[in-house]
């Protein structure tokens, strides 16, 4: 989904509008990161599919070969409120996912077990990657809570699974980033993980140290707190991996 490289760099898509969409995509294009998400739910013509397509074909365009992770974020979970209802989100992503205009899909595993399934099924028959992800904005739950979503996601059919908290202490951040180190080891699917937010900045630096598969950097605009810009990302892991021969 990547180009195979861990840590791979992924930069989000904020743009209100199909102008804005274009413009930021080949803004983040030409930084290069190894993924393209587009946060759909920022997307102010979201009602209209037709609207949508045409955008996620202009992202295509503007991305040159950069896969594109598609991404409607619940409000719930820190997502934009959107004019849509869940069955006909549902079939929004059924109309992107056979577009052809994307690469993986983005899910939250919280959602209703019938809507996780049917969103599995249809990556599956595109031959998409499913990312099936959780985040709380809140707080970092337990190391038990955390160990079982990452292997919730896996239960549920991910190829991926995504995991993005808010910690309270750098206590939190250590326990999270122990989390992802035992669920790399112990799950057959790529594992992601990020503490956000100030304290969990560095989570986006080291992760991949941990076993995190994937970070999020800003390419043209941040899409969550704590996002650092994609050239510095770049040359942190370039440090590490240099330190670690990795």
């Known amino acids: 989904m990547a180009g195979g490289r ?3 760099i992924c930069a989000p898509l904020v743009g209100r509008t199909r102008a804005a969409l274009a413009a930021e995509a080949a803004a983040v294009a030409a930084r290069q990161p190894d993924l393209i998400e587009w946060r759909v739910d920022f997307f102010e013509p979201l009602a209209d599919t037709g609207e949508v397509l045409a955008a996620a074909a202009a992202v295509k365009q503007a991305a040159a070969g950069i896969p594109i992770l598609f991404t409607r974020r619940a409000q719930r979970e820190g997502g934009q409120p959107i004019p849509l209802s869940e069955s006909r989100v549902l079939d929004l992503y059924a109309a992107v996912a056979a577009s052809g205009t994307v690469d993986a899909m983005d899910f939250e595993m919280e ?10 099924e249809l990556t599956r028959a595109h031959g998409l990657a ?9 707080r ?31 206590e939190d951040v250590h326990r999270l980033l122990g989390a992802t180190l035992a669920a790399s080891q112990s799950l057959t699917i790529p594992v992601v993980s990020m503490a956000m937010g100030g304290l969990g900045a560095v989570s986006r630096l080291c992760g991949g140290v941990f076993g995190s598969a994937l970070t999020f950097a800003v390419g043209a605009a941040a899409s969550a707190p704590g996002q650092v810009p994609i050239d510095e990302v770049r040359a942190t892991l370039a440090v590490l991996q240099r330190a670690t021969g990795a």
């Not at 959602?111 to 599995?120: K, S």
């Not at 979503?149 to 750098?170: E, H, Y």
């Open 6 to 8: 861990v840590p791979a």
């Open 130 to 138: 499913l990312v099936l992800s959780f985040h709380d904005f809140q």
């Open 111 to 120: 959602n209703a077990p019938a809507d996780v399934a049917r969103v599995r």
């Open 140 to 170: 970092t739950p337990p190391t038990p809570d955390l160990q079982q979503r990452f292997a919730q996601a896996q239960r549920l059919g991910a190829d991926v699974a995504k995991l993005a908290v808010m910690p309270q202490s750098m």
